[in-house]
């Protein structure tokens, strides 16, 4: 397996360095397979406005196809990769496959990513896109068995796998559960609907006797609206908005939280539902993807807030429930524990070559 | 790179046995025996044949294909020391004859696998064209080439001596003309790992080579799936190609596979004997082969088992069925015979029937009825079950018919379907020909019940004519089901149409039943565009009904093997060929003046200049421009409905009553191409022209039902009435999945379209406690009720009347209206209902309108055409709700305008789990409202309307809740008030 160690990984995003769950995969890719003794490079196709640091100590190599002014070049993905004289080409995002596939030399091994689900990809695009160009790579990547057999039957791909998206690190330690405190995580954004959260919350806050707390991690535009929002719920002594909190604060947010909610109408495979379950912090979420349903305890039918409210309630109630669901989920995240998820690379590397 | 001399020393035999029996069991693999011949450039003595692992001593001969011994002399490639990978996975035995060119095409496809652990094994047979040094050529220690010493004649030979050389664990099989996808191994490889199956078989796919298209083979049958032994889908039997599929080495080896040498279609009993041995086989919808198709009278001969035209073939297709029959009995699966033999008439003999009959001369055909006359008295009854009913009366013709009347038959199989001559009906059965006999049944095509505008003649051309410009045509038309009665003359008008020319035909009776008609035809006066044309067309006969103006259309026929006619008229070369295997007559016309290089320089340019300039966002550009520009006009509207389908609607009715009362407003009405049914003196504007960019920004009223030109903002001045299209069940506006999605570019879009509406009609309550919130609307609401469902309310019997007459629908047949809603997974799915099994159950008693989406397309098929009234192509939806007396849907927002009429509504919801959850998306649980029973198959839509009073009654009270919910503010004068609130006093 280590022999594969010494042909060099280039990863290409859309826009490497922006904050979004894409990037922070890619970065821990990158992060761990370059410790492994791989020559990692990560490559950003479009110059990032506000670049994040994922990693403090990136021990692989960074790029920026787009010039400080102007449109990225394919030219210079084309010189990038010409210095190889074999390795691995991992694409992303549908938009990155149609972007640079045609500007990878024929002795590197193209993988195409997949970071979303199937219902998100048959309500956009990328289903077409997929179904026109992940055939033609060396290897389509998606994120669940479940999301690479129904890619497969619709899109007829001949090359689809499965690999999981790693969690940063895997606790030694796990959440108490006892922190009256529900979290979500997100971009405070239309699409993840914090709003349903604010209001659910309330609900659930009315039928139990503890003081319970939501925090809610992230920024976005809709911020002040979701202030608003939680004043009209009456709730806002008990919401606390943390903003953009950086990784290596996440842990603690995580053991001193007992409930992580997921109101999003659209998720992949919601990284922030998978890292609570790794600190055994139980989730409750609407049922949106395979994704979701392999890492959230209780899932609810998309948008009936109702069933939402009072799954939330149950949760908060009971100790022992969160406790056994806890336990679980961490069991079932095990899979994406980062040393699993590389090896799985590693051995669709080692593949790749047969 | 040169070639090896084998020095084994074998036995010589003969190459193919006169018959099977003859033939000395072997234990497989086959050993290779026989005298060895020089390849052509001998340098060095050949390594000693490897033998096979683990290779049983069978010589007991039980399996039914023995392997008759052979010669042939293994030659590889490259010395053995540098001879690929040691351990490939697979080893691709690719088996070639005389196509050198076409063979490296192959290899070359196989070394391009994304799988590089494998070996290619070319097998030669005998070639004379210097395929050993085509292979010579090709650098890659994973070739290895096999010399046969002497031609086969077949596949089966050299197969098995590839079979014989195999080093990997897999194997696959490819012939020289044909290519494999390059995922091919490692897809296959990956999914025998992962199942464990004996064998995964995968889509085929025919790679047409004149246009480069391809056509998936069967598609239905290779859904991804294991299959537990045959039995499990007998419908397998249709997957008979050895190509096509990866097996496990140590697999064959156990049942002792290999394939006949003295026989053609060897792949039809090794397909036979591999299912019927397999315990587990898997199944992969990707492609893994790619079947080549040169194109016809191209420089390739066409591969062995192509030769339609060759009586041997069909004897050995025959004798190899027989052989699998008799296989199928020995190996205990006899109950699968019946399965096995469908494959027969459906693939085997109908392919015959398709393409040789047609043409075939009358001894030829003769020929084809002895060879398989006695093999079809072989056939179960239960074979035929499920058989198309021509394809039975074609057996029928082979087994009991004349040769004339066969190849009358098999030009019906394809194309157009053509009817037969004659019919007979006896007992309310339909027979083919002239004799009611039970193999002659087409009841089940129902061509003899259909209404007359789907009627069919048969018009065959008996002679043609070509004297300079003019085309002569003698006509012969057959009524085979009596749809003109007895005087064409007075009652019909008959014409030839060709393009955009009417002919008149005088059909005069013929004594032999039918009619003959002559026409001369100037092509010099068919309507051509002003530049030249190059392109075809199909002529058809028009048959129109005076009484009421119904016409039927059918093509004409000419022998399918007759010569090409060429013509001269008006600058052009027109050719006159029978098309396909019915023979189609169609005429090909050829500008034979050059056009003029002036004239396509500039149509050139002006075509990239319109494009240019004619874009979207260049006609946006120009919008923001003009409406700082140009005024409004105060008396202009602009009306759209349904995207720009035609007249209908709330805009329709809004725009009616504007003109009732005479308002000083000119109505300008945006329609897509092609659209009908506007009244007279409405001016009409193609959509995303100039002039709808143009009434975009003059207009002072916009009145619309889907948000027109979502990005087009609105001018000032401009007030915007939406009266939007519907109320339901379904999710809407931000909660609608093409909004819901990850990205807030659709959404932002969709916010500024909204802010431009001035007024919102409101159908009632339910629809604002919905509609408005999702689309964030917070302007004013009419809450009149809709103006389209106004003529619900009040009834109109004579619209009714009119729809039946249109449609020819019988007096005294029920009507219902099956209007299903569109699913966002994909086009097509959405007729849910068996209309077959309805058409089984109801014809007779009802008639069923079929009303899709207008975003979906569904062909109604041939067979119940006498039962479905396709009404897509309808104006009007209410005309039809009007004209039915009972509703079918599913989650249509139809079922509220419907609600309003009081008739019985019925709900198919087979799917409602998947379209709740995973599909659009609902706001209220259907089965807990509906105002109706919910249905989850036909056979309860069936029930149901059998017993559709009761069934009323008993949904009578969720119905009256349900009209409380949607249809309170329902009072027929919906029109009125909004015209009043909108285009009233003070406005």
């Known amino acids: 397996m280590r022999a594969s160690g010494r042909d060099p990984v280039v990863f290409v995003a859309w826009d490497a360095e922006a904050l979004g769950g894409v990037q922070r995969v890619t970065h821990t890719l990158a992060q761990g397979l370059a410790v492994r003794g791989h020559e990692v490079h990560v490559v950003g196709i479009h110059r990032s406005a506000a670049p994040f640091r994922y990693t403090a100590e990136p021990a692989y190599h960074r790029h920026v196809l787009q010039g400080r002014i102007g449109r990225p070049s394919r030219r210079r993905l084309a010189a990038l990769l010409g210095a190889l004289r074999s390795g691995y080409v991992v694409l992303t995002s549908p938009g990155t496959v149609a972007w640079a596939r045609e500007a990878i030399p024929r002795r590197l091994f193209t993988v195409g990513q997949y970071h979303g689900s199937y219902e998100h990809a048959r309500s956009t695009w990328h289903l077409r896109s997929i179904r026109r160009h992940y055939g033609e790579l060396d290897q389509a990547v998606f994120l669940s068995p479940e999301d690479a057999w129904r890619f497969t039957e619709d899109c007829l791909l001949p090359n689809a796998a499965d690999v999981p998206n790693p969690l940063p690190v895997w606790p030694a330690r796990t959440s108490p559960l006892t922190t009256p405190r529900v979290l979500g995580v997100g971009r405070l954004a239309g699409v993840k609907r914090f709003d349903r959260l604010i209001s659910a919350f309330a609900a659930a806050c009315r039928a139990v006797p503890e003081r319970w707390e939501l925090h809610l991690v992230g920024e976005g535009e809709d911020e002040p609206r979701l202030r608003e929002h939680a004043a009209a719920e009456g709730v806002t002594d008990r919401v606390t908005f943390h903003g953009r909190v950086p990784a290596e604060r996440m842990p603690l947010l995580y053991l001193h939280g007992s409930i992580l909610a997921l109101t999003s109408d659209h998720e992949g495979l919601p990284l922030a539902v998978a890292e609570a379950a790794s600190y055994g912090v139980p989730a409750v979420a609407f049922d949106v993807s395979s994704g979701v349903r392999a890492v959230a305890a209780r899932t609810v039918p998309p948008g009936d807030l109702d069933a939402f409210t009072a799954e939330l309630t149950a949760l908060m109630a009971d100790l022992a429930a969160r406790r056994r669901l806890g336990a679980a989920a961490r069991d079932r995240v095990a899979a994406y524990r980062p040393g699993h998820v590389l090896d799985r690379w590693e051995e669709l590397f080692t593949r790749l070559r047969l | 790179m040169g070639h090896e001399a084998g020095v084994e020393h074998r036995v010589a035999r003969s190459t193919r046995p006169a018959s099977p029996h003859r033939s000395r069991p072997r234990a497989w693999p086959p050993d290779a025996a026989g005298p060895v011949t020089a390849p052509p450039t001998p340098r060095r003595t050949d390594p000693p044949h490897r033998p096979v692992p683990g290779a049983p001593e069978r010589a007991d001969g039980a399996a039914s294909g023995v392997r008759p011994a052979t010669g042939v002399v293994p030659v590889p490639a490259r010395p053995a020391a540098d001879a690929g990978p040691d351990d490939p996975l697979v080893s691709v035995i690719v088996i070639s004859y005389n196509d050198a060119e076409r063979l490296v095409r192959a290899v070359r496809s196989v070394l391009a696998q994304t799988l590089r652990a494998l070996e290619v094994i070319v097998v030669d047979d005998a070639s004379t064209d210097g395929t050993a040094d085509a292979i010579a050529a090709i650098d890659d220690p994973r070739v290895r080439y096999v010399r046969r010493r002497a031609n086969s004649g077949g596949c089966g030979a050299p197969r098995n001596d590839g079979l014989s050389r195999i080093r990997a664990p897999y194997v696959m099989f490819l012939d020289s003309d044909d290519e494999l996808p390059r995922h091919a191994c490692k897809s296959l490889l990956a999914e025998i790992e992962r199942t464990g199956a004996d064998f995964v078989t995968g889509q085929l796919a025919r790679l047409y080579e004149e246009n480069g298209r391809t056509r998936r083979y069967y598609p239905e049958l290779y859904r991804r799936r294991v299959v537990h032994g045959v039995r499990e889908d007998p419908e397998m039997f249709l997957d008979c190609f050895s190509t096509n599929k990866l097996y496990r080495a140590a697999f064959l080896r156990r049942e002792g596979l290999w394939f006949r040498e003295d026989l053609r279609y060897e792949d039809h009993l090794w397909s036979t004997r591999l299912l019927c041995a397999a315990r587990r086989f898997a199944v992969v919808p990707w492609v893994v082969y790619l079947w080549h198709r040169a194109p016809e009278g191209g420089p390739y001969r066409v591969s062995i088992s192509r030769g339609v035209h060759d009586l041997g073939n069909l004897a050995d297709r025959v004798r190899m069925a027989q052989l699998c029959d008799r296989h199928l009995v020995s190996a205990g699966f006899a109950d699968l015979l019946a399965a096995r033999q469908r494959r027969f008439l459906r693939q085997d003999l109908r392919v015959y029937l398709n393409e040789a009959v047609p043409v075939a001369t009358v001894s030829w055909i003769e020929g084809l009825q002895r060879i398989v006359r006695p093999y079809l008295a072989e056939i179960r009854p239960e074979a035929y079950e499920g058989i198309d009913p021509l394809i039975r009366v074609c057996c029928h013709l082979v087994a009991h018919g004349t040769p004339e009347e066969l190849r009358e038959a098999a030009r019906s199989l394809t194309g157009p379907r053509v009817p037969p001559r004659h019919a007979v009906r006896v007992g309310g059965r339909t027979y083919w020909g002239t004799v009611p006999e039970p193999g002659r049944d087409i009841t089940a095509c129902r061509m003899a019940e259909l209404p007359f505008s789907a009627a069919r003649l048969r018009h065959e051309i008996e002679r043609v004519t070509a004297a300079g410009g003019r085309l002569g045509l003698v006509v012969r038309t057959y009524d085979p089901f009596g749809v003109l009665g007895d005087g064409v003359g007075e009652r019909f008008d008959v014409h030839l149409r060709v393009r ?488």
């Open chain 2, 500 to 987: 955009g020319l009417r002919v008149p035909l005088a059909p005069e009776r013929h004594p032999d039943g039918g009619y003959l008609s002559r026409v001369e035809l100037d092509l010099a006066e068919v309507p051509l565009p002003r530049h030249g044309f190059t392109g075809h067309c199909v002529p058809r006969v028009v048959v129109t009904r005076r009484a009421d103006g119904h016409a039927t259309r059918d093509v004409l026929l000419l022998p399918p093997a007759a010569d090409p006619a060429v013509l001269h008229a008006a600058g052009h070369e027109v050719t006159v060929r029978p098309e396909g295997h019915a023979g189609v007559l169609r005429l090909d016309w050829r500008y034979a003046g050059r056009p003029h290089r002036m004239h396509r320089l500039r149509r050139r340019v002006t075509a990239a200049l319109v494009r240019r300039l004619g874009s979207g966002e260049v006609k946006l550009a120009a919008y923001k421009v003009l409406i700082h520009v140009v005024p409004r006009r105060r008396d202009l509207v602009l009306f759209e409905a349904d995207c720009g389908r035609g007249y209908t609607g709330n805009p329709r009715y809004i725009h009616e009553e504007i003109r009732r009362r005479g308002l000083p407003l000119r109505a300008v009405w945006s329609t897509s191409r092609g659209r009908r049914g506007f009244p007279d003196g409405v001016t009409l504007v193609r959509r995303w022209s100039w002039r709808y960019v143009w009434t975009l920004a003059r207009a002072a009223y916009w009145v619309d039902s889907h948000n027109l030109a979502p990005a087009f903002p609105k001018p000032r001045g401009t007030r915007y009435l939406q009266t939007w299209h519907g109320q339901g069940i379904k999710t809407i506006g931000f909660d609608a999945p093409e909004l819901r999605g990850d990205f807030e570019e659709p959404r932002r879009r969709w916010r500024a379209a909204v802010a431009r509406w001035d007024a919102l009609v409101s159908p009632g309550a339910e629809f604002e406690r919905l509609f408005v919130p999702s689309n964030g609307y917070t302007g004013p609401v009419l809450r009149y009720g809709s103006p389209r469902c106004d003529v619900l309310v009040r009834g109109d019997a004579e619209t009714a009347r009119r729809v039946r007459a249109e449609l020819e629908i019988p007096d005294g047949v029920r009507v219902l209206l099956y209007a299903p809603t569109y699913r966002d997974a994909g086009k097509g799915r959405s007729v849910r209902a068996d209309l077959r099994m309805m058409a089984e159950a109801l014809a007779g008693e009802w008639v069923v309108i079929l009303r899709p989406h207008p975003t979906e397309r569904y062909q109604v098929p041939q067979e119940v055409r006498h039962f479905v009234r396709p009404a897509d192509g309808h104006p009007e939806i209410n005309d039809l709700i009007l004209a039915s007396d009972a509703l079918l849907t599913d989650y249509s927002s139809v079922m509220c305008d419907y609600a309003v009429t009081g008739k019985p509504m019925l709900f198919l919801i087979d799917d409602w789990e998947e379209y709740r959850r995973t599909e659009r998306g609902v706001y209220h649980d259907l089965p807990a409202i509906a105002p109706g029973p919910c249905l989850y198959g036909t056979e309860e839509v069936i029930d149901a309307l059998r017993d559709l009073d009761a069934v009323s009654a008993a949904y009578a009270a969720r119905y009256a809740e349900f009209r409380r919910t949607w249809c309170a503010d329902e009072k027929g004068d919906a029109a009125a008030r909004v015209v009043d609130a909108f285009f009233g006093e003070g406005r």
